[in-house]
């Protein structure tokens, strides 16, 4: 055991088996670039961007200066009834990236707390409208959506739920898009299974249009395995939406700021939300922040009112928060600088075919690919303790590249800067590890 390792009782980890990670920790103690650093000194490979966020890579001058010297000049700033200048500036800059339309912003800490935000908003929306019977909110299975209540609650994923008892009533699931019968092995998004986004009128037609506030999905879905929309899913959900007057919220906490070819998920598959989440890429993880793209008409329809009343009862003590607009502000700027954000469409085709060359690997039931962002499924081992995928992270550890795992899904999101050899070095240790494991 290394000599400065601090005691590691006290701090409860989160989404982690506290018990086995203390017996053989994991501790990273720099970054830079595409690299970690672990305490033992080694160097890994980030092959997840941190956890989908680090799109720029680690340790960038610009995002680092602009948070050194923004925690010097104004290191906090009331949110309530005061603004500071970086917020506006943010917000207007953000706004020019945007899906169109999509152009106020409410700023929150995190994706979990944007979904909470959007949710509330759709909710107080179709209230302000005097259509206040809308108050169903539909996710999709598999869908994640942080760990709030009513992210937790549109969520679908099994065990972020069933600890936690009957969650927000009125919430209900479509089902979620992966079909490996059909697609296994598909190249960019499935062929089969627009017609799944009709499970949206099985549950028009059960609850009435009438009662559905709003329906949220991730364009692709990130934690549940890389699940992606098969062909013109996205545009079948729109249309069903807009027909039933239903607000369409997309999650872009995963997918926002490049890791799909455009800025958003929403351009790159052409199909626009009336609300959108995103937080991560935001700032390039270094600072948490999360927000939410409002459409403009969704946004003045609370401004209403008389001017001098608070038109949202909602918002958080950091909302907005100086060290985050700041970093907000130098990340754009380092996207702009790398054009990093349709970096990912063209390193797509290199990542593709080195993803797709696991296909005949040990254990590989599916390949899934988008941009930057892939997923490797394997075939589920019933009743053992530790997954498959789970024993390939661990062994890609031991060589120094950095995947993450969920249920039997190896994922890959390299920070955007991912050279082709970078690419290629990650594939090569999910291959080896797969070798090894059979
Ligand atoms: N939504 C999506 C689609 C996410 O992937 C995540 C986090 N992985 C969240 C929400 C929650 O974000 P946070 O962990 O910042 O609360």
Known sequence: MNAKQPDLNAYWMPFTANRQFKESPRLLTKADGMYFTDDQGRQVLDGIAGLWCVNAGHNRPRIVRAIQEQAAELDFAPPFQMGHPKAFELASRLAEITPEGLNRVFFTNSGSEAVETALKIALAYHRARGEGHRTRLIGRERGYHGVNFGGMSVGGMVANRKMFGTLLSGVDHIRHTLDIQRNAFSVGL?????????????????????????????????????????????????????????????????????????????????????????????????????????????????????????????????????????????????????????????MAGHFAEELHSLRNEPHVIDVRNFGLVGGVELTPRPG??????????????????????????????????ASRDDLSRMVAAIRTALRRLA
């Not at 970093?327 to 790398?338: F, I, K, N, P, R």
């Not at 992270?393 to 249920?407: A, I, K, P």
């Open 190 to 346: 499935p062929a089969h299974g627009a017609e799944l986004a009709d499970d949206l009128e099985r549950l028009v037609a059960l609850h009435d249009a009438s009662t559905i506030a709003a329906v949220i999905v991730e364009p692709i879905a990130g934690s549940a395995g890389v699940l992606l929309p098969p062909q013109g899913y996205l545009k079948r959900l729109r249309e069903i939406c807009d027909k039933h007057g239903i607000l369409l919220i997309f999650d872009e906490v995963i997918t926002g700021f490049g890791r799909t070819g455009q800025p958003f998920a929403a351009q790159t598959f052409g199909v626009t939300p009336d609300l959108m989440t995103v937080a991560k890429g935001l700032t390039n993880g270094c600072v948490p922040m999360g927000a939410v793209f409002a459409r403009q008409s969704i946004h003045d329809t609370f401004m209403q009112g008389p001017a001098h009343l608070i038109e949202l009862f909602h918002g958080y003590t950091y909302s907005a928060h100086p060290l985050a607009c700041a970093a907000g502000l130098a990340t754009l700027d380092t996207y702009a600088d790398d054009q990093l954000l349709t970096r990912a469409g063209e």
């Open 384 to 417: 053992e303790p530790t997954k498959r995928a789970f024993s390939v992270f661990l062994d890609c550890w031991e060589q120094g590249v950095l995947v993450r795992t969920t249920g039997d899904i190896i994922a890959l999101s390299p920070p955007l800067i």
